[in-house]
C-alpha cells in the first residue's frame, strides 16, 4: 500500500491552488474524505493521497466537448 500523503500546502504547490481555496471550496466538494484525503487518528490533521488527487485532476479533462452538464446531475447533448 504504497501512497503518497501530503499536506494542503504541499497540495497548494503542487496544483496551483491556495491552500485556502483548497479548504474552503475544494474539500468535501471535489475531494473526498476517506478517498481523496485522511484525518489519521480522527484529529484534525489532513493529509492528501497525491494518486488519488492527481487521478481526479485528470478525470475531469477528458470530458467530451458536446455535452452540457445539468444541475441534476445529468448531461444535455449539446
Known amino acids: 500500500m504504497s501512497k ?3 499536506t494542503t500546502k504541499d497540495l497548494a504547490m ?20 476517506g478517498i481523496h484525503y485522511i484525518r ?9 493521497i497525491w494518486e488519488a488527487v492527481e487521478q481526479e485532476l485528470y478525470a475531469h479533462t477528458v470530458r467530451p466537448r458536446n455535452l452540457i452538464p445539468m444541475a441534476s446531475g445529468r448531461v444535455c447533448n449539446g
Do not use: Q, W
Open 14 to 33: 503542487r496544483i496551483h491552488f491556495s491552500a485556502g481555496y483548497i479548504n474552503r471550496v475544494l474539500k468535501d466538494a471535489v475531494f473526498i474524505e
Open 40 to 48: 489519521p487518528f480522527g484529529g484534525r490533521k489532513i493529509f492528501y
Open 4 to 6: 503518497t500523503l501530503i
